[in-house]
């Protein structure tokens, strides 16, 4: 077994893994305010991937400078979906609903997407792309870090708005308890709306980064979808710190797994991994136990 | 006791029997088949999670075992292809039945929300223990033995064995709904705790109801690999095979009997329909997309209750603009 | 009560008898008469991957058959009879190849059938159309699954591709000791066409060199880099990479110079022979050394072949070296149908089996054609190709007429 390569799995791990983790956030987020499983997450990571692609392709921009257009494009398209049709439903179904609401918008902007972009793969290509930093005697291209960087700030900014703003302070409460929430004045209605928007928009940088690292087209949001389910069920659901911690422990166990055992058998470890974490502890590394007993 | 109700059932059943010689197409046979499968494994689908509100989102994992178990059994013991593997579509089940109970020790112990999440991911499990490992034969799938009926009457004994599947799984349904063991279900799904705290034993409850509708959606894996003579881990695992069957429950009425049959038989009809004149095209998903929320939107509680709910309302206007009484509503 | 549950009751008889109703549009089985109206075109039925993970080479092969029909036409048709195409997209799903070829005989009633694209969707297309009794002749579904399954339909024009890497591995293990390379990766995708052509490969070089990577991947996978780092890192002096299509060899070209690595030898078993499209993807100056098996280039001697690359280039713009081989290969199948019509005098299926499996030489753009009882095509040989500089040419077998030197070492990547 190869050092170097295990290095490199492990730093990979962190890199990626914090993109992963900041679309996770995004997700858990939603569910953690609204109750609400968002499967259309993946097709939105797609959506800011290609906008960015488009952006870059068609006008020259540059993706990360991009992101200042994505960004706020996508939260508008949260604050629009959210409105029209998420914020509709309610009753005791209200998640389950939400999980075939979410799955028939993916499906129209998956068709969207296919009509627009053809399903030939594409992929965004910057001069960082393929230049590489030379980490502890292993290569990594530019992306990654800056990508890496970027996640840094951008869950930063989203930890400091929550713990320092009154509007953070709103989603907290929010998050721990609706009912409650409601009782003390917080308009949960616009918190929920507002944090889907938010949830949304971090999908347009996670979708520039997934997009200059890997070729996709809309279908590959079934795969981008299910992680991203996996890591928030592992971190907890509702844990803004679970989804962090199981998304940078998920692409880093795939990668060791890669490197020491077979690439094959990557992602089952992970999910054999969230078997077993679930069988022990059934809310999730960090999420609220439930009163009742099994 | 042949009442009007019923009636109308063996009516359904009557035309049922028929369709193969009014249909002779073989493309738009199969279309019937796969109808059938479909809306028996809805049926099946709702029989757990529309009675107990827990909505599995991984019961592609059952499909799947019911029809690699199919194959690998058809091609280890050397089944002579023909009408002989017909008997492996309940030993299908009966595989889906088994593995149901760990993923169910597993998944069950959790919150209705988190539940939804970790069918998903046990389903994933499942479908990359097909692609990786040989004995599954990886992405290639699996080729059944080759069944050398002739084209003209090839669908025919697959159609009477899905509706005879179709029929087994309403019968189960509404049986479970009259008895006790339905019952607690449908406590469970109004309150567990409550549930609880009156003397239901909720958790084997919910192993057994999860269990029992793995069976079906089993054989219907099991049946689906005998026809097309080859399978795939991406397609007999498929995530979209789990949203399927939980909308036709939606679409038609989740809960209720007759929902995943209506919601089953319309849209899988035209989906397959769609799928078979027009290929594959970007059209029918932004179509079933649009189709869906609507229906959602407007019709939260699916069709069935929803023109229930029509009805009575009507007949309550009737009642109050000509003073007659109105005999109650009552369930499906 | 009983009205309304009446009411539901007839909704749900009703929807069973719309959906009849529906399907009820028309009712006839399958007929390979093979005697077409006098005037009538001869239509021919395809599943094509237009969408998804094969939608390079289903766009590929659309072209190729259409440029054969455009050409047969031109010449007066079949048997007097205009060629007309039905091409329908499967989406690279095996699920729609069935429901494809289904519809095209059962609905659209097509005359004869050509294949889709890829040994994981030719094997489903070739037992549905089986069934109908109709022939499935193809060429890009060569991977051994298809052959053991039996049938005795279906006719791959183009080499079986168990044998790809023969003239490779020749070549590699027949270099003298002082620059024959000592370390040797073996990566490919599970796809039923890759694994078995890389594991073929690897029993052929044996322990003449030293595996120091061998790994299986998934053929799902969307990122190469922990992969392809891996492979980066065993720093093998040749690598065998199993890939389907240009976007993996690509992913696996962009991790290795991320690394700064380059092997001495580099072949992969698909996407370097895919012409221009692989060039637009890697870039010229990556392309060069890669290599790749194949039975056509564009640069091939055949006349027919010659005469197809110049109209297609005509039509298409672009070079001889940047012909896509699937346009061969599906022009191909449009010549071998043309002459087993022609010498069965009709369109009847069963005769045209018959005839194919009558041990007759027929004559293709990718050179002879000659099938055996399993549907493989013996008459063929099997080439490595390597681009060097903007051409792409013939490197193995050594020795033969058409071979040039191979260039190796493999020059660094981005020059």
């Given at each position: 077994m190869n050092s170097s390569a295990l290095i490199h799995a492990v730093i990979d791990g962190v890199l990626t893994g914090s993109v992963y983790a900041l679309m996770a956030t995004g997700l858990t987020l939603i569910f953690g305010v609204m109750d609400i499983i968002n499967v259309a997450q993946g097709i939105f990571v797609i959506l800011g991937a290609y906008l960015s692609y488009a952006l870059s392709v068609h006008w020259g921009i540059d993706p990360f400078v991009g992101l200042v257009i994505t960004i706020p494009t996508l939260f508008l398209v949260g604050i629009v979906v959210e409105r029209a049709f998420i914020g509709r439903l309610k009753g005791p179904e209200k998640t389950a609903m939400s999980i075939l609401v979410t799955y028939a918008i993916s499906l129209v902007i998956e068709g969207a997407l296919n009509m627009i972009f053809s399903v030939n793969y594409v992929q965004i290509s910057a001069s960082y792309v393929n230049k590489t930093f030379d980490i502890f005697g292993v290569y990594f291209a530019y992306i990654y870090v800056y990508g890496f960087i970027m996640a840094a700030i951008l869950l930063s900014a989203l930890y400091v708005m929550l713990y320092r703003t009154r509007f953070g302070a709103s989603i907290r409460a929010a998050l721990a308890d609706q009912t409650a929430a409601a009782l003390v004045g917080i308009d949960v209605k616009r918190v929920s709306t507002i944090c889907f928007g938010i949830g949304i928009a971090v999908t347009a940088a996670g979708g520039m980064v997934f997009g200059a690292t890997n070729a996709f087209n809309a279908s590959t949001s079934y795969d981008l979808i299910s992680r991203l389910l996996v890591i928030i069920v592992l971190g907890g659901m509702g844990s803004l710190g679970g989804a962090l911690l199981a998304g940078i422990l998920m692409v880093t166990l795939e990668d060791i797994v890669g490197v020491v055992w077979s690439p094959v058998w990557s992602i089952i470890a992970f999910y054999i991994v969230l078997v077993i974490v679930l069988s022990i502890r059934p809310q999730g590394l960090f999420g609220k136990q439930s009163a009742r007993v099994a | 006791m042949l009442r009007k109700r019923n009636l109308l059932w063996l009516v359904a059943l009557a035309i049922a029997l028929f369709v193969p010689t009014f249909i002779t197409n073989p493309a738009y046979r199969q279309i019937a088949v796969i109808t059938l499968i479909f809306t028996a494994c809805a049926t099946s689908w709702n029989m757990f999670s529309g009675y107990s509100g827990y909505v599995a989102l991984g019961s592609a994992a059952f499909y799947g075992t019911g029809a690699y178990t199919m194959a690998l059994v058809a091609v280890h013991m050397h089944i002579p292809a023909g009408g002989d593997m017909f008997w492996l579509v309940p030993v299908g089940g009966l595989a889906a039945m088994l593995v149901a109970v760990p993923v169910g020790l597993i998944a069950l112990r959790v919150r209705r929300h988190t539940f939804v999440v970790i069918t998903i991911a046990i389903f994933f499990v499942f479908q990359l223990a097909a692609i990786n490992f040989n004995f599954t034969g990886g992405t290639g799938g699996l080729t059944l033995p080759y069944i050398p009926w002739l084209i003209q009457n090839y669908h025919i004994p697959f159609y009477y064995v899905a509706l005879a599947m179709l029929v087994f799984a309403i019968g189960l349904s509404a049986a479970v709904r009259r008895s006790r063991f339905g019952l607690q279900l449908l406590a469970i799904r109004d309150d567990e705790d409550r549930a609880l705290g009156l003397g239901v034993k909720v958790f084997p409850v919910k192993l057994t109801g999860f269990a029992m509708s793995a069976f079906t959606i089993g054989m219907g894996g099991a049946l689906y690999a005998m026809m097309?003579?080859?399978?795939?881990?991406?397609?007999?695992?498929?995530p979209i095979f789990d949203i399927s069957i939980a909308l036709m429950a939606f679409f038609g009425g989740f809960g209720t009997l007759l929902g995943p049959i209506l919601g089953g038989l319309v849209l899988e009809s035209s989906q397959q329909y769609l799928t078979v004149t027009y290929s594959n095209g970007s059209l029918y998903l932004i179509l079933f997309g649009v189709l869906f929320l609507l229906v959602v939107l407007f019709m939260p509680q699916g069709i069935v209750v929803y023109i229930r709910d029509a009805w009575t309302k009507r007949q309550d206007r009737l009642a109050s603009s000509s003073e007659n009484p109105v005999t109650q509503g009552g369930h499906s | 009560m009983k009205t309304k549950g009446k009411l539901l009751r007839a909704f749900g008889v009703t929807s069973v008898a719309a959906a009849t109703a529906m399907m009820m549009a028309t009712t006839s089985g399958a007929s390979s008469s093979g005697s077409i109206a006098k005037g009538a075109p001869v239509t021919i039925g395809i599943s094509l991957s237009l969408s998804g993970d094969f939608s390079a080479d289903g766009l590929a092969y659309q072209q190729g058959y259409k440029l054969w029909a455009a050409d047969v036409n031109a010449a007066g048709g079949l048997l007097g009879h205009k060629v007309k195409l039905d091409i329908v997209s499967d989406a690279s799903s095996p699920t729609q190849v069935v429901t494809n070829y289904q519809k095209l005989i059962s609905v659209d009633h097509v005359n004869l059938t050509f294949g889709p694209f890829s040994t994981l969707l030719t094997l489903p297309a070739a037992q549905t159309v089986n069934r109908y009794g109709y022939a499935m002749i193809e060429g890009a579904g060569g991977g051994p699954s298809v052959f053991q399954a039996g049938l005795k339909n279906?006719?791959?024009?183009?080499?079986p591709v168990a044998y790809d890497l023969q003239p490779f591995a020749t070549w590699l293990t027949s270099l003298p000791a002082s620059s024959r390379p000592k370390t040797i990766s073996y990566v490919t995708s599970n796809d039923p066409f890759t694994q078995p052509v890389v594991q073929q490969a690897q029993k052929l070089i044996g322990s003449k060199l030293k595996t120091v990577y061998n790994k299986v991947f998934p053929a799902e996978?969307?990122?190469?880099?922990?992969?392809?780092?891996?492979?980066?890192?065993?720093?093998?002096?040749?690598?065998?990479?199993?890939?389907?299509?240009?976007?993996?060899?690509s992913a696996f070209m962009q991790a290795f110079e991320q690394a700064h690595y380059t092997p001495e030898a580099f072949i992969a078993t698909a996407g370097p022979d895919q012409g221009a499209a692989f060039i637009k993807a890697v870039g010229a100056g990556n392309a060069d050394g890669m290599m790749v098996p194949n039975s056509w280039y564009g640069g091939s001697k055949n006349p027919a072949s010659m005469k197809m690359v110049a109209e297609y280039v005509k039509q298409y713009g672009g070079t001889a070296a940047g012909v896509n081989a699937d346009i061969a290969e599906a022009y191909s199948v449009g010549q071998v149908m043309a002459q087993a019509?022609?010498?069965?005098?009709?369109?009847?299926?069963?005769?045209?089996?018959?005839?194919?499996?009558?041990?007759?030489t027929l004559s293709s753009v990718q050179g002879s054609v000659k099938f055996n009882s399993l549907g493989e095509n013996t008459a063929q040989t099997a080439y490595t190709f390597q681009w060097q500089g903007a051409k792409f040419v013939e490197v193995n077998p050594v020795g033969d007429p058409g071979a040039s030197k191979v260039l190796f070492p493999k020059p660094a990547w981005g020059k």
């Open positions: - | 097309q003579g080859q399978i795939y881990p991406q397609f007999v695992f498929d | 279906v006719f791959d024009v183009t080499l996978a969307t990122d190469y880099t922990s992969i392809a780092d891996a492979v980066a890192a065993a720093k093998a002096q040749v690598v065998v990479l199993g890939s389907v299509d240009v976007p993996t060899v019509v022609t010498a069965t005098k009709g369109f009847d299926n069963s005769k045209i089996i018959k005839y194919l499996h009558s041990g007759a």
